[in-house]
């Protein structure tokens, strides 16, 4: 447990950031941090080896900080990496979901060729709030025909309940 008090001593908390209310939880400080990101990569890749028992196909990332440490996962995993990004910066026919997050509304979509049917599937993201991204990542897989596992997400607020929006298990190696 010390590594994850070491990468929750790193995150810095910003007041009213991107509005006026939200305490925003600033996750760049552990990348600027070599050991910090071996840390967090380390633990998720041995949370998945050590609970699932299937082999991982593909990692999702969630747009954008998903991206940060999803692909590096992926390839300790020998897994593929996929997007789900914000609606129109895909190219090709892809899938969309809608979600309303805690500070407004959004889309996210994934390509239809990026994952196939039966494919088992993680998602990760840096932050589960009200779970509206993560349960609109779902739906995509869901689409695709890909089985779903679980969400793994390095921050967790917790007062906000978002894992009941979620259609498969929850980690969170940091809750606030």
Do not use: C, W
């Not at 070491?6 to 400080?29: A, C, T, V």
């Amino acid at each position: 447990m010390a590594d994850i008090e070491y990468l929750r001593s790193l995150i810095k908390e910003i007041p009213d950031f991107p509005q006026e209310g939200i305490l925003f939880r600033d996750i760049f400080p552990i990348f600027r941090d070599p050991k910090a990101t071996e840390m967090l990569v380390s633990h998720i890749v041995n949370h998945i080896n050590t609970t699932i028992k299937e082999k991982i196909d593909v990692i999702v990332g969630l747009d954008a900080r998903g991206f940060l440490f999803g692909p590096i996962v992926a390839l300790k995993l020998n897994a593929a990496f996929v997007p789900s990004r914000k609606k129109g910066k895909l190219p090709g026919k892809t899938f969309s979901a809608d979600f309303k997050k805690e500070y407004g509304v959004d889309s996210f979509e994934m390509q239809v060729d990026a994952i196939k049917p039966g494919q088992n599937v993680i998602i990760v993201d840096d932050l589960i709030a009200t779970g509206g991204t993560a349960a609109a990542a779902g739906q995509l897989v869901e689409k695709s025909g890909g089985k779903l596992l679980e969400y793994i997400f390095l921050i967790e607020l917790a007062d906000l309940n978002g894992r009941k929006n979620l259609v498969a298990p929850a980690y969170s190696m940091i809750t606030f």
